[in-house]
């Protein structure tokens, strides 16, 4: 019986670590043990897993292809071969021999997850997530808890954002399984903070701030402090950022957050402070930091280069987009307001704070269609609320569209009850001029 190593996980790694995962799977081996006198291509498959153990794919591929040629039902040959064509980033040949090799033996769970994965890359996500959903119902060849693991929140990425509920429950199973692992809890506090339920954004974030990765740790701190801001709920989540700070006080992007809970509260000059201390470092995820301080405390002709810096290297970031947008929205730029918030809501059409903005940048623009399908949208995820009826009352009155109109001014004078005094006093004189034209 021969044994050989399954490099299918460490490959996957690096896609995971390319979308934002940063976990060890650890070695694992090559399992399906066939019986040499039974496998005319053992030998070949042999000196080719050698090669691939060393890293040379290239050289590995070409015995690969006289293997299958050799024994075109050698599931594991055509596996092989996917691997080594993967690794050379040669992904419709790879996709093509992870196939073959299903097609054989559709029970293996490695094939199905890198299949999967693949697939979902090249743009064929429908297809990925059934091979995705195939995986975690297979038994991996070993580290079982830790590979099934990776199906699970790669399965989660991939149904985002379209399938949240999806997305959701896949963040959980794999939870479930490395329950010591902080990245399903960083994914699940990410879903929910997009979602609106803050709380429990919040209980996800806390499980993770115990990670041992500084990064990982410093994504839960962020949560939290996002949470806070949102939730207008600042004192815990300030308290466990100084907490961090006592034993990591030049950790520049923890300096950054602290400025932004600062900054939420008032205490600007405090903030500024923090924003010193944190220096001048220029990855992507300090420069991020500084330009959201630099928005919260209304410095946003500041942070407008540093986002537009990021989105030239970021362009597929819905949330930078929306920041981005935010801050050349506060600058009254509104048509480059528009397109950044358009942008964000096409790569994350679940982004549902968006919508808002969209909508009344698009006024501003007097593209009164648009922005009545921003607040469609927004409503739907989201409810109504008297800002809401008020813009889509201005938006139908434009557009003349006068009884839809009246409808909303009068929602919006019902729901406001004496709190937007201007704004009641212009939905009333308008109820009375719209009934003039009739």
Not at 42 to 59: C, I, P, R, V, W
Not at 104 to 128: C, H, R, T
Request: proline letters at 5%.
């Amino acid at each position: 019986m021969r044994c050989c190593s399954k490099r299918l996980i460490p490959l996957f790694l690096c896609g995971l670590v390319a979308s934002g995962f940063s976990q060890d799977t650890g070695r694992s081996v090559r399992h399906h043990p066939i019986a040499v006198t039974e496998d005319p291509v053992s030998n070949l498959l042999d000196q080719a897993e050698t090669l691939l153990s060393k890293g040379d794919a290239a050289a590995a591929k070409p015995l690969l292809e006289q293997a299958t040629q050799k024994n075109p039902k050698s599931y594991q040959a055509w596996y092989d071969l996917g691997y080594a064509e993967q690794a050379l980033n040669e992904h419709e040949q790879a996709i093509a021999a992870y196939r073959r090799s299903l097609e054989i033996n559709p029970k293996v769970f490695e094939a199905n997850l890198n299949l999967g994965m693949l697939l979902a890359s090249a743009g064929q996500k429908d297809e990925g997530v059934k091979y995705l959903k195939a995986a975690t119902e297979l038994q991996p060849a070993s580290n079982p808890e830790r590979s099934k693991e990776h199906a699970w929140l790669s399965l989660g990425q991939v149904l985002l954002p379209g399938d949240s509920a999806g997305a959701e429950q896949a963040f959980l199973s794999a939870s479930k399984l490395v329950p010591s692992d902080p990245q399903p809890h960083l994914l699940l506090g990410e879903l929910y903070e997009n979602s609106g339920k803050l709380d429990q954004a919040k209980a996800q974030y806390q499980q993770s701030l115990g990670a041992t990765d500084a990064q990982q740790r410093a994504q839960a701190l962020r949560g939290l402090v996002n949470v806070a801001v949102a939730s207008k709920q600042y004192g815990e989540a300030e308290a466990n950022v100084r907490q961090y700070l006592a034993t990591a006080p030049n950790d520049s992007q923890a300096h950054l957050l602290l400025g932004r809970l600062l900054a939420a509260q008032g205490k600007n000059d405090e903030a500024l402070h923090e924003l010193d201390a944190a220096g001048n470092q220029n990855d992507s995820a300090m420069l991020r930091e500084k330009a959201a301080l630099l928005s919260a405390i209304h410095r946003e002709s500041d942070a407008i280069p540093i986002y537009k810096l990021l989105v030239s290297t970021s362009s597929n970031d819905a949330q930078l987009r929306y920041e981005y947008g935010l801050a050349l929205m506060h600058e009254h730029q509104w048509a480059p307001a528009e397109a950044q918030l358009l942008s964000a809501v096409k790569l994350n059409p679940n982004l549902a704070p968006a919508y808002g903005d969209l909508a009344v940048v698009a006024s501003d623009n007097q593209q009164y269609d648009l922005t009545l399908k921003a607040l469609e949208v927004r409503t739907k995820l989201l409810g109504d609320n008297p800002g809401t009826f008020f813009l889509r009352a201005t938006a139908l009155d434009h557009l003349r569209r006068f009884p839809e109109a009246t409808e909303n001014y009068r929602q919006f004078l019902a729901a406001a009850n004496g709190k937007y005094p201007d704004e009641e006093w212009k939905a009333r004189h308008r109820l009375i001029a719209i009934e003039k034209l009739k």
